[in-house]
T-cell receptor, first 114, second 112 residues
Framework: DTGVSQNPRHKITKRGQNVTFRCDPI?????LYWYRQTLGQGPEFLTY????????KSRLLSDRFSAERPKGSFSTLEIQRTEQGDSAMYLC????????????FGPGTRLTVT | AQSVTQPDIHITVSEGASLELRCNYS??????LFWYVQSPGQGLQLLLK??????LVQGIKGFEAEFKRSQSSFNLRKPSVHWSDAAEYFC??????????FGAGTILRVKS
């Protein structure tokens, strides 16, 4: 198992454009989490899934943000009409709920909105 | 609401010296506690975790942490720091399987 992977690793976009990020969790993990990290801060929770069900969304997740995990495997995070304040590192993590409670993180997607 | 405080934004230690990074949490029940390390531009790597049992937990890379319920603390320690330990360290608290709440991090610099 190669761990959690995220694509792309870097994304530069112009304000107002839509972007989509992908996360592939550790294969047997049933929970998948999205976090956002801005410079000088710790990661902040955005949302998480158990299998394909989205169980919780943070108030940070405005209506411009949407996340899916259509078949309970990979997940996508889409940001519509990007703003400069969306510039951040977007981190994905996964865990095996029911067996352990550790969350394993991917390398992140660095978004820069110009 | 859950919260985590890491009082030290930066810490500089000499290579070979001991290290202690502080973490205080606020949580209503018995917390799950974690320490992660992040190298520049990278994701987070789990160093160690605590939920129950022995309050002194061992992790990877020679790190350990001690849970002190009376002080709401979960400080990270290492007896002898190596230059490769230079990174940012995050303490986190959470419920089983649910979201984690992270502190703002402590940047460790190691001087030779």
């Amino acid at each position: 198992d190669t761990g959690v992977s995220q694509n792309p690793r870097h994304k530069i976009t112009k304000r107002g454009q839509n972007v989509t990020f992908r996360c592939d969790p550790i294969s047997e993990h049933n929970r998948l989490y999205w976090y956002r990290q801005t410079l000088g801060q710790g990661p902040e929770f955005l949302t998480y899934f158990q299998n394909e069900a989205q169980l919780e969304k943070s108030r940070l997740l405005s209506d411009r943000f949407s996340a899916e995990r259509p078949k309970g495997s990979f997940s996508t995070l889409e940001i519509q009409r990007t703003e400069q304040g969306d510039s951040a590192m977007y981190l994905c993590a996964s865990s095996l709920y029911g067996t352990s409670y550790e969350q394993y993180f991917g390398p992140g997607t660095r978004l820069t909105v110009t | 609401a859950q919260s985590v405080t890491q009082p030290d934004i930066h810490i500089t230690v000499s290579e070979g010296a001991s290290l202690e990074l502080r973490c205080n949490y606020s949580y209503g029940a018995t917390p799950y506690l974690f320490w992660y390390v992040q190298s520049p531009g990278q994701g987070l790597q789990l160093l160690l975790k605590y939920f129950s049992g022995d309050t002194l937990v061992q992790g990877i890379k020679g790190f350990e942490a001690e849970f002190k319920r009376s002080q709401s603390s979960f400080n990270l320690r290492k007896p002898s720091v190596h230059w490769s330990d230079a990174a940012e360290y995050f303490c986190a608290v959470g419920e089983y399987g649910n979201k984690l709440v992270f502190g703002a991090g402590t940047i460790l610099r190691v001087k030779s």
